[in-house]
């Protein structure tokens, strides 16, 4: 990559940082499968950990800006105008049972639009992220959505999988995935994995680092209100794709 900014260098430093206590954490799982109570409190405080591993190293360099996290809610500081938006683990669910399909995602918000954004898988050391005007990575690489354009040809990601509801709503049989991680759909919508990505109710941390993932990677993706954190639509695909996907979409 050209250039990577202050603010993204800071958000890949507590993301690494915060990826060790979770793989550590990860190992753990698997002996709590088979106790009575089951990981799930375990789980919680994995979350819990690894988020204050990154606010504590997002602050130490920028003391100023406002918090959005998943465990801790909203963190208003003396810049009401540079937001982190963070999810300490995205696939919550994936992590509890033990699957290696769950990522961290940091984005920073500024001036009610997203201007960076990481989502880091720490089990595959995969590092997705993005600036505003600098287009998007993989480590390091250089990532573009997909360029297919037969919609029998594609693939996408969405938790609405019941096929036979969509062909009856959409006149097609979409070829669809649920990985239980919106983080990592995302992700893999810019790198070209997945075709589009579709999905009702999300939060704002689920997709935040997402949104400047697809846009600089030159796919399409619906338009954010952000003064919303909950109840979050999304409709993201490539160019080549969207309009075909969203007319699919129209009963949704």
């Not at 999300?202 to 993932?213: E, P, Q, R, S, V």
């Not at 993201?236 to 969207?242: C, E, H, L, T, V």
Request: proline share 2%.
């Amino acid at each position: 990559m050209k250039y990577i900014s202050a603010d993204l260098n800071i958000m890949i430093k507590a993301s690494e940082k915060a990826s060790k206590a979770i793989i550590r954490d990860f190992g753990e799982i698997e002996k709590l499968q088979v106790s009575l109570k089951g990981p799930s409190d375990y789980v919680s405080n994995a979350d819990k950990k690894a988020e204050k591993i990154i606010i504590n190293e997002l602050t130490k360099a920028r003391k100023k800006f406002s918090i959005l996290s998943e465990e801790n809610g909203t963190q208003i500081n003396e810049d009401k105008e540079n937001v982190w938006i963070i999810d300490p683990i995205d696939g919550t669910n994936n992590f509890l049972h033990g699957i290696p399909h769950f990522a961290i995602s940091i984005a920073l918000k500024s001036n009610n639009e997203i201007i960076s954004g990481l989502i880091y898988d720490p089990i595959k050391d995969e590092m997705f992220y993005a600036e505003k005007n600098n287009g998007a990575y993989l480590n390091n690489k250089s990532i573009r959505v997909s360029k297919r354009k037969k919609m029998e040809y594609c693939l996408f990601a969405s938790g609405k999988i019941d096929n036979e509801n969509i062909k009856q709503k959409t006149n097609a049989k979409l070829s669809i995935r649920k990985s239980g991680s919106a983080a990592l759909d995302m992700a893999y919508v810019a790198a070209g994995r997945y075709d589009g990505y579709f999905q009702d109710n999300l939060h704002l941390w689920d997709i935040a680092a997402g949104i400047i993932l697809i846009k600089e990677a030159g796919g399409k993706i619906n338009d954010i209100d952000f003064s919303y954190i909950d109840k979050i639509k999304i409709r993201a695909a490539s160019n080549s794709i969207n309009e075909k996907m969203l007319e699919k979409l129209d009963n949704f």
